[in-house]
């Protein structure tokens, strides 16, 4: 019995001990299992928060979108901001658009003086920009009737057409120089028909009403010898002794012209103004009226001797200046003539203040 008591406790003993090494065994498996997921785990969160980045980017690209609202109503502020430069530039704006709006084919039509007889010469100005281009006909009277009936047609057109002098310029037409000459060839004053011209011998109306040929009157290498082709002319007792050209004179220096172009007849071409020498602003402005309107362009008038000229008297004014010669003594060589002056509204648009005051050799 004793020994069977003993043999069972051992054996109790042996069981125990297994259990514990069981136990034991179980203890450090748990334990490294435990290690292997919390590394496990730790791994979890490293990786987890890789991926995490991720979306947040998105959220913060998301945003961006959402704050783009709110970037915009900062644009729409800074737009606010805009309007009072606008505002600021508004005011000369508005002038501006105001005048376009306007509706004033002519805004002025006025007597720039009178002639020996008492005749209005006659200025007609459309629009009122800075840049004055003056256009005149009829220095020769009744003899270059053409060039008067010209100048009217180019007041019709642009009383039709305003909007085609640009803004920043004023055209400004005097069609008859030298109203007693035409007169005695057409018996009428202002408009006339070329149906009026009755007379054979046009010749008389060059003068003015005491026999003065005006464009040998002005003031650049005046002579009292004057011709015209082979033939003396009366200049008048010394520059500027005419009223009609006194007139003409004084309003030049009252509006300060950009340029001055002169209608004649009939040498088919475009002469530059000079006094002696060249002019060269003149002379652009000869390619810029000759090339539009399809014209000759010459530096200078060289056919005969030329002294007291209108056009070359300009030079000595620093104002560009040419004669535009008709075709012939009739026709009006439309529409070249209003091609030409088209061309030369647009350039002396884009001329700035600055223009070249001093650029004459
Ligand atoms: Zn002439």
Not at 16 to 26: M, P, R
Not at 145 to 163: E, K, Q, R, T
Request: charged share 15%; aromatic share 10%; hydrophobic share 40%.
């Amino acid at each position: 019995m004793r020994l069977s008591l003993v043999s069972i406790l051992s054996i109790i003993a042996l069981i125990l001990v297994i259990i514990i090494l069981i136990l034991i065994g179980l203890l450090v498996f748990q334990t490294a299992t435990s290690a292997s997921s919390i590394s496990q785990s730790i791994q979890i969160t490293t990786v987890q928060p890789t991926p995490l980045p991720k979306p947040s980017p998105t959220m913060r690209l998301i945003e961006p979108t959402t704050a783009v609202p709110t970037i915009i109503p900062t644009l729409t502020n800074q737009p606010t901001s805009l309007p009072t430069d606008a505002a600021v530039l508004n005011p000369t704006a508005t002038p501006l658009t105001a005048v376009i709006d306007t509706p004033v084919p002519y805004g002025f039509e006025k007597s720039i003086g009178k002639s020996h007889q008492g005749r209005d010469i006659v200025s007609y100005q459309f629009k009122n920009g800075p840049n004055k281009v003056l256009f005149v006909g009829g220095m020769h009277g009744g003899y270059e009737w053409n060039s008067i009936v010209l100048a009217y047609h180019i007041i019709d057109y642009f009383m039709a057409n305003p909007a085609d002098v640009p803004d920043s310029v004023s055209l400004i037409v005097i069609p008859s120089a030298n109203p007693d000459g035409q007169y005695l060839v057409t018996q009428k004053e202002g408009r006339f028909q070329p149906e009026d011209v009755k007379v054979e011998d046009t010749f008389p109306g060059r003068f003015n009403a005491i026999g003065v040929d005006l464009n040998r009157n002005w003031d650049c290498d005046w002579r009292e010898d004057a011709v015209w082709r082979n033939q003396p002319v009366n200049a008048g007792t010394h520059p500027f002794s005419e009223p009609e050209t006194q007139a003409l004179r004084d309003y030049i220096w009252e509006i300060k012209p950009r340029a001055v172009i002169f209608w004649h007849s009939s040498a088919n071409g475009v002469y530059a103004a000079r006094c002696p020498e060249l002019f060269l602003p003149a002379l652009q402005l000869g390619e810029v009226f000759g090339e539009a309107a399809n014209y000759p362009v010459h530096e200078y008038f060289d056919y005969y001797r030329i002294n007291g000229d209108a056009s070359d008297w300009l030079v000595t004014q620093n104002i560009p200046s040419i004669t535009v010669e008709l075709r012939t003594t009739k026709g009006l060589d439309w529409p070249q003539n209003l091609a030409g002056t088209q061309a030369a509204l647009d350039y002396y648009a884009q001329q700035s203040e600055l223009f070249p005051k001093n650029s004459a050799k």
